[in-house]
C-alpha cells in the first residue's frame, strides 16, 4: 500500500482586503476552518496580526489597491505569499456560489492551498518601480483633467451658440482666450488658469519622467522605435520590470491583452475582440503609439507598412484591427530589442535576427 506523504497539517490563511477593514480565515488541507478574524487594514496592525503566524503558513490574497504593500510585509515576515489574478480569483469564487468579504476570504485560503493554479498567481514589482511608475500615473491622472476642463469648455461654448477653434491642448488655454464670448467669460476664465495649471504640470512630469529614465538605459533602445517616447519606454519597462518573465517575445501580446479571445466548439473558431487583459493602460499606450505608426507622420518601417496592408483589407473595422496588431507586434518588437540587446532596424527583413511573430 502506497504511504500517503501529504501533510494535513499544513494551514493556509486567505486575506480578503478591504479599504479598512480585511477578514482573514485559515483553514487546513481538509478544508476544516481554522479560524475568522478581522484586521484594520494599515500596516501597524497586519504586522502585529501576522507576526504571530508560523513561518510555514501561506496566505493569498487578491491584487489589488493594497495588496503591493501588505504582500511585501508578508514576505518580509517570512510568510508564503501567493497573490491572485483578481480576474481569475473572481470567477473561481463566483464559481463557488455567493460573494461576501468572509466567504472569499475562506475561498482564498482553500483555493491557495489546494489548487494554486487557479488562482494564475502575480508578482507585485519593486517598490523602485511601483514609486517610478506613479509618477507615471500621476501625469496620466492629470491628462485626464486637462482633458475633461477642456470638453467643459468646449460645450459650454457651443450652447451658447459659438464654436471655438481646434487646437493642441498644450495651447488651448491661451489660443481660445479671444474666442470665448463676452457673456461667458465670468464662467470659463476660471477654468482656462486651471488648464494653463495643469498643462505646466504635466510638462513637469515629462521632466521627471526623462531624468527618470536615466536610470534605465534600456528605454534609450526602446526610444529609437518611431512612436514610442520616454514615456512609453518607461511604463513597458517598468509594467514588465524584468524580460526575462518571458521565454518568448510573442508572449507579452497576450500580457498586455492584445490577443484575441478563444471559444473554439468543434469547426467553429469564430474572431473574437481581444482579451484586454493585463494593465490595461500599458496597453492604451500601445494603442496610441500604433494609431501614431499608421498615421501620415508615422515613420516608413516594417510596422507601418504591416498596418497599412492589414488596414486595406477592407473598411473601418480593418483599421481599428490594424491599430491592434501594430500595437501587439510593437509590444513584442519592443522586449526582443530589451531582452536580446540588438540594434533596432526601422526596415528589418525576415532574413535578420528581429522577428515579429506575433
Not at 337 to 344: A, H, N, R, T
Amino acid at each position: 500500500m502506497r504511504k500517503n506523504t501529504r501533510k494535513t497539517t499544513r494551514i493556509a490563511m486567505g486575506l480578503d482586503l478591504g479599504d479598512r477593514l480585511s477578514h482573514v480565515a485559515a483553514v487546513t488541507c481538509e478544508d476544516e476552518v481554522r479560524g475568522e478574524w478581522s484586521v484594520k487594514t494599515t500596516q501597524a496592525e497586519m504586522r502585529e496580526f501576522f507576526s504571530d503566524v508560523p513561518k510555514e503558513t501561506r496566505v493569498v490574497l487578491e491584487a489589488g489597491t493594497h495588496s503591493p504593500w501588505v504582500s511585501a510585509l508578508l514576505e518580509e515576515l517570512g510568510l508564503d505569499v501567493i497573490v491572485a489574478n483578481p480576474n481569475q480569483a473572481g470567477r473561481a469564487v463566483a464559481a463557488n456560489g455567493g460573494k461576501n468579504d468572509k466567504l472569499d476570504a475562506l475561498l482564498l485560503a482553500s483555493f491557495g492551498l489546494n489548487s494554486p493554479r487557479l488562482l494564475r498567481p502575480i508578482k507585485h514589482r519593486s517598490r523602485q518601480a511601483q514609486d517610478h511608475l506613479s509618477v507615471i500615473r500621476a501625469r496620466d491622472g492629470v491628462v485626464a483633467m486637462r482633458t475633461k476642463a477642456i470638453n467643459m469648455v468646449r460645450g459650454l461654448v457651443k450652447s451658447s451658440g459659438h464654436r471655438l477653434p481646434g487646437c493642441s491642448a498644450s495651447v488651448f488655454h491661451h489660443r481660445v482666450l479671444e474666442h470665448i464670448p463676452e457673456n461667458l467669460k465670468l464662467a470659463v476664465l476660471p477654468t482656462l488658469e486651471i488648464i494653463k495649471q495643469l498643462t505646466k504640470s504635466i510638462r513637469d512630469y515629462d521632466k521627471r519622467i526623462d531624468e527618470l529614465s536615466e536610470a534605465y538605459p534600456e528605454t534609450k533602445r526602446l526610444q529609437a522605435i518611431g512612436g514610442v517616447g520616454p514615456l512609453i519606454a518607461m511604463a513597458y519597462v517598468l509594467t514588465l520590470e524584468d524580460p526575462s518573465r518571458f521565454k518568448r517575445s510573442r508572449s507579452v501580446g497576450a500580457f498586455v491583452g492584445l490577443v484575441s479571445r478563444q471559444h473554439e466548439s468543434g469547426d467553429s473558431s469564430p474572431q473574437l475582440r481581444i482579451t484586454k487583459a493585463g494593465n490595461s493602460y500599458l496597453r492604451r499606450l500601445l494603442i496610441i503609439a500604433a494609431q501614431y505608426i499608421l498615421s501620415v507622420n508615422g515613420p516608413d518601417c516594417e510596422l507601418q507598412r504591416f498596418g497599412l496592408r492589414l488596414a486595406a483589407r477592407g473598411g473601418k473595422r480593418g483599421k481599428k484591427q490594424a491599430v491592434v496588431a501594430v500595437a501587439r507586434k510593437l509590444a513584442v518588437l519592443m522586449h526582443r530589442l530589451w531582452s536580446s540587446g540588438e540594434i533596432y532596424d526601422p526596415l528589418y527583413s525576415k532574413s535578420k535576427s528581429v522577428q515579429l511573430s506575433a
